[in-house]
């Protein structure tokens, strides 16, 4: 109960299932100890982080449950497969828009980093390098265009949400 992101290396036999008969029982070794095993044992580890991140290695050896949903979320859910159900063209479109907007996001992101950089490796007065105004000039121009596309489909996921 109430584990960290670690957990003791002496579980690991018991993770792994690492069983083996002595004197026609099934046993695991735990630590120095050898105990008898049965195959109808489960072991069941809880955490109270919120959003725990384990090791690779650990989530291969056991099965992660997360029940910490929020109302709104399970909402948006069992909406999201009603809608899928009754009109499919909506929640597509609704899930087109989100790409969309998510490639939008990453966009401007990279135009930030592109002026950051294009800022950084300037030397001297930044008015007199033409590569730096031209790129400026150029992600301003992109930038606002996103920005075009951002409101848009902010009104179209509004209507969307309406719709629902």
């Known amino acids: 109960e109430n584990v960290g992101e670690e957990l003791d290396p002496s579980l690991e036999p018991l993770l792994l299932k690492q069983t083996f008969k002595q004197g026609g029982v099934y046993c695991i070794r735990l630590g120095e100890s050898v105990i008898e095993y049965s195959n109808d044992f489960r072991f069941y580890i809880t955490t109270k982080l919120r959003n725990p991140h384990y090791l690779p290695e650990l989530a291969t050896k056991v099965t992660l449950l997360n029940f910490m949903i929020t109302p709104e979320g ?12 009754e009109r499919p063209e909506l929640e597509e479109e609704r899930n087109a828009l989100i790409l969309q907007s998510a490639a939008n996001k990453k966009q401007l992101k990279e ?7 294009t800022l950084s ?12 105004i031209q790129i400026l000039d150029s992600s301003k121009v992109l930038s606002n265009e996103i920005s075009k596309k951002q409101k848009i489909a902010e009104e179209t996921e509004k209507k969307i949400e309406v719709s629902r």
């Open 74 to 85: 399970l909402e948006d859910q069992l909406l999201g497969i009603v809608v899928a159900r």
């Open 121 to 132: 490796s300037s030397e001297g007065n930044i008015l007199e390098d033409k590569s730096a």
């Open 111 to 117: 135009i930030e980093d592109k002026i950051l950089e």
